[in-house]
């Protein structure tokens, strides 16, 4: 039996069309949300914790700046001895915008950021100590967390007995700066 040429040539198929809807389905994306979520809730803490180990760090930066602001101090004006607070290492009482002319009330050695006592969510006081005639004859600096466990958890000090940064765990959760005397009594650790 011969074959035609017409018998052995194969007509193209139409293509199977899938009845399947592309993209993702309801529950597909709900799983996709889900598992975001998830995610971001364990790494907040983690964020948290960066936040206030760079405050920390900030605190310690700003109080070795304070105590070197104030041996610069009390050798620009002797007859003051060091400085009694924040405002007279920098810009004191001066307006925003005006320029810091040196004087024993705004001696302008640090920046008016720290000069106001607070910076990146710590409280700093400074406090001139053992007067002889008016004149200062040591400081004490201390350093709070403004919000206990949010914007830091440590306490730190520094005074011009030694210059040494000292840090101390604060498990009284206390947002007042220490004192000289707090700062001096063995509680808080060299650092």
């Known amino acids: 039996m011969a074959t035609t040429d017409t018998e052995l040539s194969i007509t193209p198929t139409q293509p199977v069309r899938s009845t399947k809807q592309r993209g993702f389905s309801l529950i597909e994306l709900l799983i996709v949300v889900a598992i975001i979520v998830i995610i971001i809730t364990m790494a907040l803490p983690g964020l948290k914790n960066y936040k206030m180990n760079a405050n920390e760090v900030s605190a310690v930066a700003s109080l070795r700046a304070i105590g070197q602001a104030e041996a610069q101090y009390q ?56 007067p002889v005639n008016g004149i200062n004859q040591s400081y004490a600096v201390g350093a709070a967390p403004l919000v206990y466990n949010s914007s830091g958890a440590r306490l730190f000090c520094i005074t011009s007995d030694d210059s040494q940064i000292r840090a101390d765990a604060n498990l009284g959760a206390s947002t007042a700066p220490p004192n000289g005397t707090v700062c001096s009594s063995g509680q808080f650790n060299p650092m």
């Open 75 to 130: 050798s620009m004006y002797p007859t003051k001895g060091f400085a009694d607070n924040l405002g007279a290492l920098g810009t004191g009482a001066l307006a925003n915008g005006t320029n810091c002319a040196p004087s024993p009330e705004h001696a302008c050695i640090l920046d008016s950021t720290l000069t106001t006592g607070v910076k990146q969510g710590y409280r700093f006081v400074v406090q001139g100590t053992n």
